[in-house]
């Protein structure tokens, strides 16, 4: 049983920041890939960052220079620092992760595992 669980979000002005949590739990071998995706009401879920476990990362354009993601590799757990919010940022954020589970017992499972999500409402 592996888990993500987000935290973080809330209501903030045009402009204002906001810090994004992400933790991974249980029998977990090893995370390659750990990232931020979000969900607008209508609007598919799109990819927001991503950051591999050597810490090479991707940002979709219309966040580019304004979020920065990180990950603590010992905790399991990834960051998305957001500035400069707009309104357009508005979104249900779901924290993702392409890992491995197991390790002890010599059977090994690749998955991708999801957050809840945690809303981020940008509004004045």
């Known amino acids: 049983q592996v888990h993500l669980v987000e935290s973080g979000g809330g209501l903030v002005q045009p402009g204002g920041s906001l810090r994004l949590s992400c933790v991974a739990s249980?029998?977990?071998?090893?995370?390659?890939?750990m990232g931020w995706y979000r969900q607008a009401p209508g609007n598919q879920r799109e990819l927001v960052a991503a950051i591999t476990s050597g810490g090479s990362t991707n940002y979709a354009d219309s966040v580019k220079g304004r979020f920065t993601i990180s990950r603590d590799n010992a905790k399991n757990t990834v960051y998305l620092q957001m500035n400069s919010l707009k309104p357009e940022d508005t979104a249900v954020y779901y924290c993702?992760?392409?890992?491995?589970?197991?390790?002890?017992?010599?059977?090994?499972?690749?998955?991708?595992?999801w957050g809840q999500g945690t809303q981020v409402t940008v509004s004045s």
């Open positions: 249980g029998n977990i071998f090893s995370i390659n890939v």
């Open positions: 993702n992760a392409d890992l491995i589970e197991g390790g002890d017992s010599g059977s090994y499972y690749r998955l991708t595992r």
